[in-house]
């Protein structure tokens, strides 16, 4: 493998995660050769939700670009908070959560991990899922990329 350069990576290419939730993918060890980060594009649709998940061994930061969004978190998903555009959320690595939108509007967020290979990390807690109102999202055992050519 050539030792990773600077790159432009432009949007448009998607998968959908683990997590049930449709990205835009940015930057990560697949298309960059990243080793320590990654960073993607969620919008998540007015009624959308995650399923319960937590990041293995990575932390995530999120900036909220335009909407509001709710999640719960903790290893019960007894916690509650409420993020809007403008503002950052910290989720530590290991920290169970699941965001969902209950708000009329999409909210977007740029999203970035310390996992370079993003979905590699995601573990699915079903048995959290019924803690939060709404449908949990079926979903692919892995996440099917649609790649832009490079």
Known sequence: MSA???????????YHGKQGLSYFEGICAENTGARGISM?????????RANAHLHEDHETAIYVLSG?????YGESLAEHLTVRAGEFLYIP????????NTADEPVTAVLARTDPNEQESVVLRPDLDERVPGQA??????????RRPT
């Open 4 to 14: 990773p350069t600077c790159r432009v990576i432009r949007p448009g290419s998607t």
């Open 40 to 48: 993607m594009v969620l919008t998540i649709p007015p009624g959308g």
């Open 68 to 72: 509001e969004a709710e999640m719960w």
């Open 93 to 100: 690595a290991g920290v169970p959560h699941l965001p969902m």
């Open 137 to 146: 999202v079926p979903s692919p055992s892995a996440p099917a990329r649609a």
